[in-house]
């Protein structure tokens, strides 16, 4: 195809031979200079960061914060500067991620000593357990000798679910019970009213009676996403409120149990009959635009949801009625109401460096004067709820939260020691104290998730969660 | 081209510009011999970021082999013991493990397949001249630079959700309405993501074999009586044969690590048994991370490579027999 000794183009080989050399050279110097450029980029780049090291180039103290990205921690960030300017020689850095997210990393750093988080903020699903595995350092001590930390003043129950053994090993950052909101308006122009204490069985009716699908309203808008704390949380209460439960004393798997499943086809057919569409996606974000969007008459959720309505959808929010956690089980059979009980709270891993400069920052960030001091910044309504007694009694709180004593009594009573009207042998509202209990919970949600999108039926839903739980249970000596 | 044995020192120039000028020993093949210190000299420079490459990928692999040897559970304290092949019984007997591998095939499979018939599509209309051809282009590979999270998201959120998606109101028309495109189909809607994302791919690859094909062959073929469907089923389609099944190679080898989708959009459920989109990757997060199994996991990422390694062994084997068997025309 070629004639001898000349290339398509007619060239001689030999000066293909040289263009082609000095191309090659070109090419070698251009990687080269790239390559250097990209090395010199993270060198700079990793010294600026300072992952892991724990002072700064000033010789200030590193407290690294692991939060998760809700709004009462987005506050927090931008309020720092008030700690910052009282304690020079500290720096505080954020590590802000989704909830899933901040677990694993949180988890992750914990569980193999990587020391990279100061100060964590976890739940009382893992504060008693890390406590008992002696992750945690136990911050009674620091914490009861200051005075102006007021100690006495944290709501007990709150404390209750983040101690072991005699020591508290979390500080309460915000915590909350479940409650419903519902539209006044929308329940004054349907003729109904919602009493203080509701059973499971008229929120159905309400919802039914509210539901209205030409103005696109849905009666209720409940949990349907993937998480033990998206759907599971709203779900777990109603099966303990309607006298089923996750296990017997035996630790076998009551999932199947007629209660359990009663419970649970009722929370099914009431979101997919009269919930918000496309609920197996929907988490607490998700709802709290729907609702505060007016798409839904009621509201069945946490109540640290009602400061960020006041905040976002203040329209909404100023007609907006509370109501306790349902009670009762689905066919009016009366029973005990059952309010979740979760709280966000910092920890300080055992062996961090920095460990009484992340102390101090922890006695800020859950202290009495943060609260009120970001009043002024984020608005009465949308203080930090639910850690201290104090807080519900500042007049400008009751003034301006009218969910505040509400809320109060939901947290006073409910009880992570007995959490459903059986016997158990375990402890948890919503969740389940223990580190099986994540993916466990993950996998019985999955199914939830799919009997909520109407993709498969709530009995295999049960029949898959049962055997889940089986072998988890089986897989970690409790069920022989 | 072929060498030939004759001693013709410009063709070998024109092969390989940096040897024409030295004399060398030419054997049977007319390929020159180097001496030992000349082989040495060119491998020399590469030996740092050869060794660079071995330890960061070869390291962990061998960390992860031991992790899989052990019983390693993160939450808790003194699992770290040696069991043996524990972790990978364990998996073999896991009904949860074997469907995830059948998921892997079902997502990946349509993925690719899907994005490779779109792909080709595009290609042969990328491959005519027309007004807006450079535009067209540009908006065409665009998906592909885009990063697997934000097109999760923007489509969970933009695009499929029931009430403000952008899917329903498009359809709405059709009489579609409030369909929950992540709850209820959940898979359709993984593989929707990944065909958007891996088209533009596809049809770059087959776009440079259509652009290689002989255009007098096809005037020949028209003058012949072929229509525009016929000289493409007969004669462009064998001619990018074998850049389709490398593009299914490559591509496949990359949807099936599918990672961020599912993680985003259903997290790892949906379907009949509420696992329908936990794929090999997303169950070894989950061993990972939920469950902090590290050992399961490792062993689980163990036998993924090995499995890969076959399944890629035998078709790389096929294709290279393709390769042989075809010819460049002209």
């Known amino acids: 195809m070629y004639r001898r000794g000349l290339t398509k183009s007619g060239e001689s080989a030999l000066a293909t ?88 990393a949180v988890e992750t750093d914990i569980t193999t000593h990587a020391n990279q988080f100061n100060v964590a903020m976890i739940s009382n699903q893992e504060t008693p357990t890390w406590a008992k595995n002696g992750w945690l350092t136990n911050l009674k001590p620091v914490l009861s000798a200051d005075k102006s930390y007021d100690y006495s003043d944290l709501i007990s129950n709150v404390v209750n679910g983040l101690s072991y053994n005699g020591g508290v090993y979390a500080a309460p950052f915000y915590a909350e019970s479940s409650m419903i909101m519902y539209r006044k308006s929308l329940f004054q122009a349907a003729g109904l009213t919602m009493p203080q204490d509701p059973t499971w069985q008229q929120i159905a009716s309400f919802a039914q009676k509210l539901n209205n699908k030409k103005t696109g309203t849905a009666g209720i808008c409940l949990r349907g996403q993937v998480g033990w704390g998206e759907n599971l949380a709203a779900l777990i209460p109603v099966i303990n409120a309607g006298g089923g439960s996750w296990f017997n004393m ?117 202290g009495p004067q943060y609260i009120k001091w970001s009043a002024s910044k984020v608005g009465w309504a949308n203080i930090d709820p639910g850690t201290r007694y104090s807080t519900y009694a500042l007049p400008q709180y009751q003034k301006a939260a009218p969910f505040a004593p509400l809320v109060l009594k939901a947290i006073e009573t409910a009880n992570e020691e007995k959490p459903t009207t059986m016997q158990v042998p375990y402890t948890g509202d919503e969740f389940i104290v223990g580190s099986w209990f994540i993916s466990l919970g993950t996998e019985v949600s999955q199914q939830i998730s799919a009997a909520i999108a109407g993709t498969e039926s709530v009995d295999q839903a049960l029949k898959t969660s049962q055997t889940d739980a089986e072998s988890t249970m089986r897989s970690n000596g409790l069920l022989k | 081209m072929s060498v030939t044995a004759a001693n013709d020192e410009v063709q070998v120039g024109r092969k390989s510009g940096f040897v024409s000028h030295l004399h060398r020993r030419k054997n049977n093949t007319g390929i020159p011999e180097m001496s030992s210190r000349e082989r040495w000299s060119r491998r020399a420079p590469l030996l740092p970021a050869l060794i660079f490459t071995v330890i960061v990928t070869q390291v962990p692999f061998v960390l992860v082999i031991w992790y899989s040897l052990h019983g390693w559970n993160t939450l808790q304290p003194g699992s770290n013991t040696w069991v043996g092949l524990k972790e990978y019984r364990l998996l073999f007997s896991d009904p949860l493990f074997g469907h995830a591998v059948i998921n892997t095939i079902i997502i990946a499979g349509c993925g690719a397949i899907v994005s490779m018939v779109l792909g080709v599509m595009f290609a042969v209309m990328l491959n005519r001249r027309f007004r807006g051809r450079g535009l067209a282009r540009t908006l065409l590979i665009t998906p592909f630079l885009v990063v697997p999270a934000a097109s999760a998201l923007l489509y969970k959120t933009s695009i499929f959700d029931s009430t403000y998606g952008l899917l329903n109101w498009v359809l709405g028309p059709f009489g579609v309405h409030h369909v929950n495109w992540i709850g209820s189909h959940s898979v359709v809607a993984v593989v929707m993501v990944l065909v958007w994302e891996w088209t533009p791919f596809m049809m770059l690859i087959v776009l440079g074999g259509l652009q290689g094909e002989s255009v007098e062959v096809l005037e020949a073929a028209s003058v012949d009586g072929a229509n525009a469907v016929q000289s493409f089923f007969r004669i462009t389609l064998p001619h990018i044969t074998k850049y389709i099944e490398l593009a299914l190679l490559l591509g496949s080898i990359y949807i099936i690590q599918t990672w961020a989708e599912v993680f985003i959009l259903t997290q790892g459920g949906g379907g009949a048994s509420g696992t329908a989109t936990t794929n090999l990757p997303y169950y070894i997060y989950q061993l990972a991370f939920n469950q902090f199994n590290v050992s399961e996991a490792a062993a689980a990422g163990v036998i993924v490579v090995i499995g890969t390694e076959v399944i890629a062994t035998f078709v790389l084997k096929l294709l290279g027999s393709l390769f042989a068997d075809t010819e460049v025309l002209g």
């Open chain 1, 17 to 104: 031979h040289r263009s082609a050399r000095r191309h090659a050279t070109r090419l070698v110097a251009a990687t080269a200079s790239v390559a250097a450029a990209t090395l010199l980029a993270a060198c700079g780049g990793s010294s600026s960061s300072g992952g892991g090291s724990s002072t700064t180039a000033s010789g200030k103290q590193i407290v690294r914060v692991a939060v998760v990205s809700n709004s009462q921690m987005l506050n927090i960030e931008k309020l720092t500067s008030q700690f910052e300017k009282a304690n020079p020689n500290i720096k505080v850095v954020y590590d802000t991620l989704s909830e899933d997210n901040e677990r694993s």
């Open chain 1, 250 to 366: 035996k630790w076998e798997p009551q999932l199947t149990s007629p209660a359990t499943e009663q419970a649970v086809k009722f929370y099914v057919n009431l979101v997919r009959n009269y919930g918000e569409s496309g609920a197996s996606n929907d988490g607490f974000a998700e709802c709290e635009n729907y609702y505060g969007q007016g798409k839904a008459a009621m509201w069945y959720d946490a109540t640290s949801a009602a400061g960020p309505i006041f905040q976002t959808y203040p329209k909404v929010a100023a007609d907006t009625g509370y109501a306790f956690a349902p009670s009762g089980s689905s066919t009016g059979a009366t029973g005990e109401r059952a309010p979740w009980l979760y709280s966000w709270s910092l920890v300080v891993p055992k062996g961090v460096p920095n460990a009484s400069a992340a102390e101090k920052y922890v006695e800020w960030a859950t």
